[in-house]
């Protein structure tokens, strides 16, 4: 260790770091602690196993592309991904590659941590030992080609990190070149310490530039290679410093990058930058089993400072982009809130959960569920729990048909709300020769979602258990519902021993392909609006499609399958106005209409309901059921 230079500069620095390792560790060790028993017990399963090995190697493939290279991001928008790229892959590989210099120098990889940060002033090509301004006396080198290798490489990544600061500038003025509107309202510990990650980057090309110049005459021709093109950021640079005289104050300006990064890592944990030690760790949770689950757990609070606040979310939400709306409750604003453990109600309750935003989220965080935890937080607090408000239903008469069912059938409140949908099913089946029950033609029991999803999970599951026990009662092993949350509900919160769910243009396609359903081929032109439950959070896209275009023309409008546009009039909103609902569907409509089709088909109850609303009779608004019917 003692061949090592110091220098006091290092010291803001070096304090920096060890606060934000502390930091770091302090909320992992938290988060640990806070995870529910299942969590734990599944990542103890898997860490003591060989499972740990390709989990290992599927942790550090997802953390290499799209905590670096920002892969995600890259498929939405390549300027956008571009910039994330350029920033955190070069700064990581810059300091990176000074480690491998450093470690073949001195053989050793036990070294001071602030040693590879500030290798420019510290270790020096010989000849460059009585350098003007020079700091400590220097470790020497040689200037071999891989020295002068390692030279451009480290200017090479300033370069990329560089242009990606340069193109978050760009996108600050011009956000639509990389599809953003640049709406998003940064809180003011994040806008002070994005402006030390832009500071940090100029007093370091100073210091450096500072460094190359006063080598002086040590930086030789390398294989023919000038040291103008091998060491092209850091000694043109330096040379225009040396010529403007500031090339004396090397120190300062390395005194300068000390101050300015070790004060990023200390206003770290405390902003948006918390994603990046808190990323890995909940990228490996992931990967050993862990999900966000029905209460909020230190899992749920690692994906909470995973966050990066990149404002995707933003520009993915329709109670943003929808003409006329101004609201700010996107995931960005309502995670704050949870982080900083003040959540706004306006914020937790006012979306859609529609999942538009979740399905481009760059980190995968499952904002839904988090939601509905900090729901049922908020109604703890200001209603008394009343899990006996529907045992009416012990006594309310309802006779089994003894078992005797193939499929049961379950239409779900909408559907009953949107009663040609219930009968086109109904004769499509007679149609089929199906042997089957409806479940809710009489004394009808809703499927708890809409309680689960306003944060009265608790109060759902008297529902649950009702339906649970009907379904079993009627011995079918097929389930077909036609209102998509009832299919989600079915699927995610019910034990149905093996019962099969499934949506009714699920099994309608089963029905036409096993050639029991005949569909009828007509000449009319078709779009398909992708209803957000039967989509991006149950999956189905293909079943739908299948079936138009084998009745149908089918035009796919621009906003399709994980980019559908939700109708606005979703159950889980308890705080949009009846205004902001019609200004969503009304918008949801016009685009979905944008090429004229002669009927627009969904698959959802509350989908047409709501379209149907606000259509004003420009063209016909049918469910898949009745088109196939028709």
Not at 359 to 381: G, H, L, M, W, Y
Not at 404 to 431: E, I, Q, S, W
Request: glycine share 6%.
């Amino acid at each position: 260790m003692s061949e090592y230079v110091f220098s006091p500069y290092v010291i803001p620095f070096t304090a920096g770091l060890i606060f934000v390792i502390i930091a770091t560790f302090y909320f992992w060790i938290k988060a640990l602690k806070q995870l529910d028993p299942e969590e734990t017990r599944k990542v103890k399963e898997n860490l003591f196993s060989l499972r740990i090995v390709p989990i290992l190697f599927s942790w550090v493939k997802e953390v290499f592309l799209e905590s670096l290279l920002h892969r995600k991001i890259f498929r939405q928008n390549f300027l956008l991904g571009l910039m994330h790229m350029l920033i955190a892959f070069g700064w990581f590989i810059a300091i990176f590659a000074e480690h491998i210099r450093l470690w073949v120098y001195t053989l050793n990889p036990i070294e001071p941590i602030y040693f590879p940060i500030f290798l420019f002033d510290f270790l020096r090509p010989v000849g460059a030992e009585s350098a003007v301004g020079m700091s400590p006396a220097p470790m020497l080198f040689e200037m071999t080609t891989f020295m002068m290798v390692f030279i451009f490489l480290h200017d090479f990544f300033m370069t990329m990190i560089l242009t990606g600061k340069a193109l978050s500038i760009v996108k600050k003025y011009k956000p639509g070149l990389f599809g953003m509107t640049g709406g998003v309202k940064h809180n003011q510990y994040d806008k002070l310490i994005v402006m030390l990650l832009m500071l940090l980057f100029i007093p370091r090309m100073f210091a450096v530039g500072c460094s190359v110049y006063n080598y002086g005459d040590a930086m030789v021709v390398v294989n023919g290679i000038s040291p103008s093109v091998y060491a092209f950021l850091s000694y043109n640079f330096g040379q225009v410093l040396g010529g403007l005289g500031l090339a004396s104050y090397e120190s300062v300006f390395w005194w300068i990058y000390s101050f300015c990064i070790g004060a990023f890592f200390v206003a770290l944990p405390f902003t948006r930058y918390m994603h990046i030690p808190t990323e890995p760790l909940f990228i490996f949770l992931r990967k050993c089993g862990v999900s966000t689950g029905k209460k909020y757990t230190g899992f749920s609070e690692l994906e909470v400072l995973s966050c990066p606040r990149c404002g995707i979310c933003f520009d993915r939400c329709q109670l943003n982009t929808t003409p006329g709306m101004d609201v700010e409750v996107q995931p960005i604003y309502m995670l704050e809130g949870v982080r900083d453990k003040e959540p706004d109600e306006e914020k937790v309750f006012k979306c859609l959960l529609c999942e538009r935003c979740e399905a481009t989220c760059p980190v995968d965080i499952d904002i839904s569920n988090i939601r509905i935890t900090q729901r049922e937080k908020f109604n703890e607090n200001k209603f008394k729990k009343d899990t006996n408000r529907y045992d009416y239903l012990d006594d309310a008469g309802y006779r089994s048909n003894g078992g005797n069912a193939d499929v049961v059938y379950f239409a779900g409140c909408m559907t009953h709300r949107t009663p040609g949908t219930k009968k086109a099913m109904n004769a499509l089946l007679n149609k089929a020769g199906v042997k089957y029950m409806n479940l809710d033609a009489e004394d009808s029991v809703c499927c708890g979602q809409p309680l689960i999803v306003d944060g009265f999970r608790d109060e759902a599951q008297k529902l649950i258990s009702e339906n649970t026990k009907r379904i079993k009662d009627s011995g079918a092993k097929i389930l077909v519902t036609s209102c998509p949350v009832c299919y989600n509900s079915f699927r995610k919160e019910y034990d149905l021993d093996g019962v099969e769910v499934m949506h009714h243009t699920q099994y309608l396609k089963k029905m036409v392909d096993e050639g029991k359903l005949n569909v009828k081929k007509t000449g009319k032109k078709v779009v398909f609006h992708d209803p957000c439950e039967l989509g991006r959070i149950g999956g189905e896209y293909e079943a739908p499609r299948d079936l138009l275009k084998k009745a149908g023309t089918l035009i796919e409008p621009d906003d399709i399958k994980d980019d559908g546009l939700c109708c606005g009039g979703s159950l889980a909103n308890t705080k949009l106005t009846n205004s902001e609902e019609r200004a969503v569907a009304g918008d949801a409509l016009n685009r979905l209409l944008a090429k004229k089709p002669d009927i627009l088909i969904t698959a959802c109850p509350l989908c047409k309901k709501t379209l149907e609303k606000v259509s004003d009779n420009k063209v016909e608004i049918m469910d898949i059921s009745e088109f196939l019917l028709e």
